[in-house]
């Protein structure tokens, strides 16, 4: 590949990122409930979030919150004098940890909960307009556990009249809502639990009348290979559909929400992603790349640190795929060349190709 072919390639500004500040708490777990990290529980946000600026100053642009447990009306201005050059780019839903909530919000059976936690819900879109940020709705808790356990239909129902309610009050303040699926956890069964499942959710909403012209999805990357979605294929797809939002940059093994360091396992969906989100120009109008990680026993700044480096790397690899080359091979649907490309960008070419075989050879 040529320099210039190269170079026209290169972005004409790097995407920009951010991460959840809750990499950096306790990291529990039902087997360790003080978590792997029990000095941080009696931190208090502003401090963590002074901590985390002081170790990853320079190499990351924002931070997210959950909102009311992590960032609130009450700390909110303490939180943002720890800031320094940061800012804080999303606000999440976050009332999946509240015992209250154990039944969720949107589909909660007792109508006083219900309109309790939506209204929470619609504080958190306010703090996030306040910010000039985004919202992200990870509907977690609402689903169910068992076979018999709720009347589906009828909870579709609520699922999808709660998140138009809180989606029209955020394009009353105009607010980009972020919807995030997973297909477990805490509930068994989630209902937005794929990114079919998303788009279904949008469109239903959209049927009640709310406008849902800002309204987004994030890929969470360790939710969609749980999913056996094929992380550069949905990419496509929510681009092509005017609906790609965020991305939740993280790795795992595929069967849990591991939320393990980036690029440390699927490293092939991963740079596949990467070329697709060159292509779609994803960046270009202010999208960035969150890092969604759970450090659980490695040290919370350094996992975060080589998470962003390994994903700039990846990210870097990606921009030297012969384009033209990879568009021929799959005009002919021809993977045996599509990854003689792909691996020639990984340092496979031809004089390599030489030695390998001399080796066979001798």
């Not at 059976?109 to 929470?120: K, S, V």
């Not at 990357?221 to 609906?243: D, K």
Request: charged share 25%; net charge negative.
């Amino acid at each position: 590949m040529s320099s210039s072919s190269n170079e026209s390639q290169q972005p004409a500004a790097r995407v920009k990122n951010s991460v959840g500040i809750w990499a950096f708490g306790p990291n529990a777990t039902r087997f360790v409930p003080p978590g792997y990290h029990p000095e941080t529980a009696h931190e208090s946000m502003p401090e963590r979030t002074r901590r985390v600026v002081a170790g990853l100053k320079g190499l990351v642009d924002g931070l997210e919150y959950h909102h009311p447990g992590e960032l609130n009306e009450e700390n909110v201005d303490a939180v943002k004098a720890e800031l320094g050059g940061m800012d804080i780019y999303c606000v999440c839903a976050g009332l999946h940890p509240d015992p209250t909530y154990k039944l969720g919000v949107f589909v909660n059976p007792d109508e006083r909960l219900r309109r309790e936690g939506i209204a929470t819900l619609k504080r958190g879109v306010d703090l996030a307009a306040a910010l000039g940020a985004h919202y992200i709705i990870w509907p977690g808790a609402e689903g169910y556990n068992y076979n018999f356990h709720r009347d589906y239909a009828a909870t579709w129902d609520l699922f999808v009249a709660g998140v138009g309610e809180v989606v029209a009050h955020a394009a009353e303040r105009g607010v980009t809502v972020f919807l995030e699926h997973k297909n477990s956890e805490p509930a068994m069964n989630i209902l937005m639990r794929n990114i079919g499942m998303t788009l279904y959710t949008i469109d239903r909403v959209r049927r009640l009348g709310v406008d849902v012209s800002r309204v987004q999805v994030n890929m969470d990357w360790q939710h969609l290979i749980m999913n056996g979605e094929n992380l550069a294929e949905y990419a496509a797809l929510l681009g092509s559909e005017g609906r790609m939002g965020h991305q939740h940059a993280n790795s795992g093994w595929g069967t849990f929400d591991d939320d393990n360091m980036t690029g440390a396992s699927f490293f092939f969906q991963t740079l596949d992603l990467a070329l697709t989100l060159q292509d779609m120009g994803y960046g270009t109008r202010g999208e960035r790349v969150g890092f969604d990680l759970y450090p659980y026993t490695e040290d919370q700044v350094a996992a975060v640190r080589r998470s962003v480096l390994q994903w700039e790397w990846i990210d870097d690899l990606a921009r030297r795929v012969d384009r033209a080359g990879l568009a021929e091979a799959r005009a002919r649907v021809d993977a045996v060349r599509a990854y003689e490309v792909v691996y020639r960008a990984l340092g496979l070419d031809a004089d390599y190709e030489r030695m390998i075989i001399e080796r066979h050879r001798a």
